[in-house]
């Protein structure tokens, strides 16, 4: 058996079971816990879900297949694969699903809306992003010679290569369909593309700039200022550079560092305790505002952020942070957690199962 299918099978059952039983022993014991409130469950491990729909990879007859599940109608719907390969990257969008396939003898991009098979594209399903709340715009990497980032609309079928040909590095796309990306000669920059034009966005003639993230208001990523230093730093149209996180050579993990949604930033910062150093989770408000929402004295990482509130990391539990609020616990947390905000709640999925988190 292909170990990539091993690997995404096997830890499912583990996590379940771990985290049923660890939420069992501590959730009770927390004044400052959520309720796990159970909403459906599939046969299979959940990659991706919307309001309505939930994507998840299953194995049948030893085969790797992706299926749709939808709550609304009750459907359940096997995406075609004609690779015979392992997909992977899996997303959903506002027509269907987008995934990947990175064999040694093929690395393609692949859409599927519904029909008898699926649409292939040219260009790697790594990188590949898709906009975060209409699921309407979808980028990833191609080359034409050169590297680009094939901007689609899966409303409108269109295709847009944004990029000079030396794109470089992670990039990220909005609902509103604007790019933010790096692109050389090095010193690289970020550039936006929106509305059918590329503007620069930084000039530093020494430093580069990399890992751009965008929610259509703020840009933020890491910058340069030494050969071993970089800062974490927002652009706004109206404020220009601002510094969110002071300059360390530590390596900053877009969207577990930063993360931009709506007008709000989480992000981290260092603090020292006890001779450790150890990350603490903050939020930005769009009127410039800054509220720690992590413990100073516990290491922790971004793991989603929606509605002026930060679902994060810490000590192998999941939490929602909120500005002038206690951490909330949340669920156990394993490689495979997923959480998602949902038409004004937080969800979160492990293994085939589907919850709504409770306050």
């Not at 998840?56 to 085969?63: A, C, L, M, S, W």
């Not at 008898?116 to 790697?124: E, F, Q, V």
């Not at 975060?132 to 689609?152: A, E, F, M, Q, S």
């Given at each position: 058996m292909d170990m990539r299918i091993i690997m995404r099978q096997f830890p499912t059952l583990f996590l379940v079971r771990t985290a049923l039983a660890l939420l069992a022993v501590a959730i009770p014991l927390s004044s400052q816990a959520?309720?796990?409130?159970?909403?459906?469950?599939?046969?299979?491990?959940?990659?991706?879900?919307?309001p309505q729909r939930i994507l998840?990879?299953?194995?049948?007859?030893?085969?790797p297949l992706l299926k749709v599940y939808n709550r609304a109608t009750g459907s359940l719907r096997t995406v075609p694969d004609p690779t015979g390969h392992t997909p992977g990257y899996e997303k959903l969008t506002a027509r269907g699903v987008v995934y990947g396939i990175t064999e040694d003898d093929e690395t393609s991009v692949y859409e599927w809306n519904g029909a008898?098979?699926?649409?292939?594209?040219?260009?790697?399903p790594r990188g590949m992003r898709v906009s975060?709340?209409?699921?309407?715009?979808?980028?990833?990497?191609?080359?034409?010679?050169?590297?680009?980032?094939?901007?689609?609309d899966v409303m409108l079928y269109k295709d847009t290569l944004v990029g000079n040909g030396r794109v470089a590095d992670l990039a990220d796309v909005g609902d509103g369909g604007e790019v933010v990306y790096t692109e050389g000669p090095a010193p690289y920059n970020v550039f936006r593309y929106r509305a059918g034009q590329a503007v620069q966005l930084t000039h530093d003639p020494t430093y580069s700039h990399f890992n751009p993230l965008t929610d259509g208001i703020n840009v933020v990523y890491r910058k340069q200022v030494s050969t071993t230093a970089s800062q974490i730093v927002l652009y706004n149209d109206n404020l220009g550079e601002v510094v969110?996180?002071?300059a360390s050579s530590d390596y900053f993990t877009p969207r577990a560092d930063y993360f931009p949604s709506s007008g709000w930033v989480g992000?981290?910062?260092?603090?020292?305790?006890?001779g450790n150093t150890v990350r603490q989770v903050w939020l930005r408000s769009p009127q410039g505002q800054l509220t720690a929402v992590s413990r100073a004295d516990a290491d922790a990482s971004i793991h989603a952020i929606a509605g002026g509130q930060v679902m994060f990391v810490s000590n192998g539990y999941l939490y929602l942070g909120r500005p002038g609020a206690a951490p909330v616990l949340v669920s156990p947390f394993a490689?495979?957690?997923?959480?998602a905000w949902l038409q004004g709640?937080?969800?979160?999925?492990?293994?085939?199962?589907l919850y709504r988190v409770v306050l």
């Open positions: 959520a309720r796990l409130e159970y909403v459906t469950a599939v046969d299979g491990t959940i990659t991706d879900v919307t998840f990879f299953v194995i049948e007859d030893g085969r008898a098979a699926p649409l292939g594209n040219d260009g790697t975060p709340n209409n699921k309407r715009y979808v980028i990833w990497p191609t080359w034409r010679p050169g590297r680009y980032l094939n901007l689609r969110l996180r002071d992000f981290t910062r260092l603090n020292t305790v006890n490689e495979g957690t997923g959480g709640s937080w969800y979160v999925y492990f293994g085939g199962t």
